[in-house]
């Protein structure tokens, strides 16, 4: 059984989600973007976007129009609207969040887990900024002519890419994405799906293990795509890259800790990854007792 | 025209039949209005017109319905929908474009028609609405809007016109406008019309025939001076005939034929005396104490290009212990302004508002809350948790009040809401929401309490209800401030009130003598009480504002009698 | 006065919503405005491009100025060319920081100034031609590339629905404040107050995702009324509609003006690179 039939929408409930995922997610983007923010050096505490509430649409309805919706509302009201239009970066960011959002929506199968929410909340997010990270770092690589002739350019680069990114997590994917998803998702369950004239997900029934199949395939891919290509990237530039050490401030000439820098990304990877086989698992398993009885 | 057959529907997985074998004729040229309670299937049965049901909303649809001859079955939403132009209540959801022409000509342009803008400003033209084209939408007062929605609907030149509840969200002026407005229509264009209605003082002046429904089937459909005769069976039914009406039955129960308009209603108690009655004796005002006063505020929102336009000007106002306050005017006279400016949701440009004598110039809103209770018009914006109780209970849990599950047990009770208190608001019927948030106010247990349009968009019956809780307020708190367009609850309710006309008061006096002045409730364009012009045609001075107060003024003549019934 | 206090005593929401109101609906025409969208868009597209392929430094100059030029004359403010380039200089600093201590060279420097240029060519371009362009413009000329009809129409609904989302969102943020209770004290770096509002922002949209939720079935039920699937599932209204967009001796003006000083540029770069 696909997603499409266990979400099965008419052609008018899909404009609904549509344009109710357009209209929110556009409306709490201008909201952050209004919203204080505090840098304190490189590091900027501020809310990019309030990623709880694609991710709780995507959670109820279906994903793909939650993401498409939520992408629009995004360009249309923070960019077009706010006169913040970014013309062909925009695409960028839409491919990014449309994908993420997706995905993140395909890894709840019941909405009323809180395992599968705050995993999808944390791969959602996770998707999109790395993505970004990735588009950031090749920015610079593009534009700077001869960019690993330039000394300490390219460990800065991954070193700033990656703060910003575990910064982002941490309020982005946390604080504004799992923690409010967490807390209101439940109480939506049920309650919004009439209001668009939607049963709502039935909770309880696990679909068969094939339907998802698919989405863990593509979140692994894109992790492991990622991490992959960090990996290579660092690699070839054979960076110097002095992080996660004790000492931060004498490592400036030792050569080797990128290693551990990589590593960690890597195991933070494979982390996510095994806790979603476990939770794939666990939920096959109860399918199958569904299937038996 | 519109030729309903055995007709019968259900939404998927229902059990219940939405409409029962419904078996009914509208006549080209008709102007009817259907009247039902919440849930009698008024509106599936006019989404089955314009072929929502069953081509939008899949369900089991049995029977036939067609238009003009045409089998409906053999026809979609697109054909349909040209022919049949729906306004519906909540318009404000059914304007989809930025700018007028823009949302007039939306309709003729997705159907492809050539000429799709001399469509759209025709319509315009129509409800002469032409200076607005060019104007954004949003910035359209709620009048117009509904007029736009309607030229939008008009400009796919249908045959049938269908409104739901116009009434409901426009100001009585502007209901006014917007019948004459459907009666042009009718007479010039040779439009067919429906429109869902709960006033019986409309359909008595506007429509020519009444359909009433309960529980998905037509009971009935007669002409409409027939339909509000039956006085009990409306009563009954919860349908309000108008107050003349309501007169007459209480007077002669047993008269062949009541009146229904305020004409009619001259005529007909022409021959009654009038007891004379002095200026009401007026309790000289104790010593009140004043608890909030506005000292020469001014205030006025910016517009786009930073201008600022001024909404109240030089406001001086006092709120004393014990005041029944009806803040009324027109639209954009100032009256929710004037709430915001207690509560603190907005600050005044110039100027200061006291709180027993304290400036509340650097008081939160959340402080003032302490002491004022605010309460919307829109009761779904007032609910912020996920359950009706917890709503109650929000300000005191927040606050660690000592006595929360005690003082919201006791509100749950107050407000009969015992059965409802686990739902969500925004699930609850109009009465049921209003119900709850003046109950989440009165939690928050207030020395003042603001009400913006208590009584807005609910029928009659629930009006009734919602009047008589209000009357219980001086119980629980000092003063109530309540601003509002319903000359029915200044009537029955206020001790005092604030007459305002573009952000100044142009009075401040007892209902009595609003409802007497009649320069003054043109001035302020206000609609008063139909009993109230009853009086004023009959020359009952001073006004009565109730029908029983109107009853004890009149005494049936004898002789007169005899002839006047012989004339009729 | 600290510019948290500052920041707070300018955040009533009011103000905050005819600013929102200012930018979305308070646009001016401009000489740009009256060029057909999608030989704008192209041109866009074409600049975003063109500046990462080279590494010539006067060439973008050339591009830069060009650009900059070109939003002046679309009635970009000059302080916002300034501020915008100044943002795009900020961006690196940070970078050109780092990797002067992790790199011990100032190599670096010099090394990104190439890449804020380019990044400073292409914001230019986009702000000169999306500031003077119309969203209603814009989607209609992307609805005749070729994208989905459902784009554009988000486009205009949220053109219409946005100042009825703020109100809705404004009245239950009161709603929130109506009834809440600030922080006792403002707290470090008034962090509590941040965190009231925050939370706030947050739970608000519970209430306002149901509410919506209510009016989007409306809209959505309207759109089937009006005709708009009907129109998504053929092509003659959107014939109909699109009849205006057609290129006129201005484009052409345009293409040609911007074609030759966009060579010069580059001829002059090959000829004296720096």
Known sequence: MSINKERKLTQSQKMMVFVLSMSLFGLSKMITELLPSNEVGPIEFSISYFAFIPLILAALFHPLYVAVGASVGNIVFAGLLMGDFGGIGEIEGFIEFTLAIYVAGLLVRNPLSKVQLAIASLVGVGIDQLLSTIVDIGKVWFGVEGFDAVPGLPESIVVLEGVSFLNEMVITGVLVGLIPTLILTPKLYGKIEPLLGMRPRDAKVETSIGSYITPGLIATIVILTFVGMIAEFIAEMDMNLAFWSADFINQFADDQKWIGYSAWVILAAGAIFIIYKLVRKKGSGTADLDQAA | ?568 | ?274
């Open chain 3, 1 to 274: 006065m600290s510019v948290f206090q500052k920041f707070f005593s300018k955040l009533t929401v009011e103000n905050i919503k005819i600013e929102l109101m200012r930018t979305a609906y308070g646009n001016e025409p401009t000489p740009l405005a009256k060029l057909d969208p999608r030989m704008l868009i192209l041109w866009v597209l074409i600049y975003s491009i063109i500046p990462w392929l080279t590494h010539n430094q006067t060439i973008l100059i050339g591009l830069t100025l060009f650009t900059a030029v070109l939003a002046y004359m679309s009635r970009v403010s000059p302080l916002l060319i300034f501020l915008l380039i100044v943002g795009v200089i900020s961006q690196f600093t940070y970078l050109v920081f780092a990797a002067m201590f992790l790199g011990n060279s100032f190599t670096v420097l010099i090394a990104v100034i190439p890449v804020t240029m380019k990044v400073a060519t292409v914001s230019l371009a986009t702000m000169a031609v999306f500031t003077s362009m119309d969203p209603e413009k814009f989607s209609d000329a992307l609805l005749k590339l070729g994208v989905p009809g459902k784009f554009s129409f988000g486009v205009s609904y949220g053109y219409r629905m946005l100042p009825i989302l703020i109100e809705e969102y404004q009245n239950i943020i009161h709603s929130f404040r109506l009834r809440g209770k600030l922080p006792a004290k403002p707290g470090f770096l008034y962090s509590r107050y941040v965190f009231y509002y925050i939370k706030m922002c947050i739970m608000a949209f519970y209430p306002m995702m149901l509410n919506t939720a209510k009016r989007t079935r409306t809209t959505v039920e309207v759109l089937e009324v009006r005709g708009f699937s009907y129109t998504l599932e053929n092509n003659i209204a959107k014939d109909i509609k699109l009849n205006y967009l057609k290129m006129t001796k201005y484009d052409y003006y345009f293409i040609g003006i911007s074609t030759l000083i966009t060579a010069l540029i580059y001829i002059v770069g090959y000829q004296f690179p720096l």
């Open chain 2, 1 to 568: 025209m519109i030729l309903f057959e055995n007709v019968s529907f259900r939404y998927p997985g229902a059990e219940e039949w939405v409409l029962k074998d419904v078996s009914v004729e509208i006549k080209k040229h008709e102007f009817t209005a259907i009247i039902g309670g919440n849930g009698a299937g008024k509106s599936t049965f006019c989404k089955v017109i314009n072929g929502l049901i069953p081509y939008y909303y899949v369900g089991d649809f049995e029977g036939k319905m067609s238009i003009n001859g045409e089998d409906a079955a053999a026809s979609n939403v697109a054909s349909l929908s040209s022919k049949v132009a729906y306004v519906y209540q909540d318009f404000e959801n059914q304007l989809v474009r930025p700018k007028v022409l823009d949302e007039v000509i939306f309709s003729p342009l997705n159907y492809g028609y050539k000429d799709y803008i001399e469509r759209g400003k025709r319509a315009l033209e129509l409800l002469d609405l032409t200076h607005l084209a060019d104007e954004y939408v949003w910035q359209l007062s709620g009048g117009q809007k509904h007029l736009v929605a309607l030229a939008g609907a008009l400009a796919l030149t249908p045959e049938v016109l269908i409104i739901d509840e116009p009434v409901a969200q426009l100001d009585p002026a502007h209901a006014i406008q917007l019948y004459e407005k459907l009666k042009y229509l009718h007479s010039e264009l040779g439009l067919t019309i429906l429109v869902i209605e709960h006033h019986t003082e409309f359909i008595a002046n506007y429509c020519k025939d009444v359909m009433l429904m309960e529980k998905g089937s037509v009971k009935w459909k007669k002409p409409v001076k027939e339909a509000l005769n039956s006085v009990e069976e409306l009563t009954e039914k919860h349908i309000h005939p108008p107050q003349v009406t309501m007169a007459a039955f209480h007077e002669r129960p047993l008269s062949e034929q009541l009146p229904v308009t305020l004409e009619e209603a001259g005529r007909w108690f022409e021959n009654y005396t009038i007891h004379e009655k002095g200026m009401p004796f007026t309790v000289s005002p104790e010593k009140q104490q004043s608890i909030v006063e506005f000292n020469g505020v001014h205030y006025g929102y910016k517009t786009l290009s930073r201008k600022i336009v001024p909404v109240i000007k030089d406001l001086q106002l006092q709120i004393k212990t014990g005041d029944r306050i009806a803040l009324v005017g027109s639209n954009g006279a100032g009256k929710s302004t004037i709430l915001k400016l207690i509560s603190g949701l907005i600050k005044p440009l110039q100027g200061d508002v006291f709180y027993k004598g304290d400036s509340l110039k650097k008081v939160s809103p959340e402080k003032r809350a302490e002491k004022i209770a605010h309460i919307y018009q829109n009761p779904e914006e007032m609910f912020i948790e996920d359950e009706i109780r917890k709503d109650i209970s929000f300000f005191l849990k927040v606050r660690n009040h000592p006595a929360q599950e005690e003082i919201t047990n006791r509100i749950v009770q107050q407000f009969n809401l015992e059965v409802l208190k686990h739902r969500d608001g925004r699930l609850l019927s109009g009465g049921q929401q209003r119900r709850a948030s003046l109950a989440i106010g009165l939690a928050m247990q207030p020395e003042v309490v603001l009400l913006d349009e208590p009584t807005a968009s609910l029928d009659i019956a629930t009006r009734k209800k919602m009047i008589a809780m209000l009357g219980e307020l001086d119980s629980s708190v000092k003063a109530a401030v309540i601003a509002t367009h319903d000359m029915q609850l200044v009537a029955e309710w206020a001790t005092r009130v604030v007459v305002l006309n573009r952000g100044e008061v142009i009075a401040d006096t007892t209902p009595q003598e609003l409802f007497s002045n009649q320069f003054l409730l043109r001035e302020a364009s206000l609609v008063e009480p139909q009993i109230v012009s009853l009086c004023h045609e009959l020359k009952i001075h001073p006004v009565e504002l109730t029908i029983d107060g109107f009853l004890r003024r009149i005494k049936w003549e004898e002789s007169a009698s005899e002839c006047f019934s012989k004339v009729l």
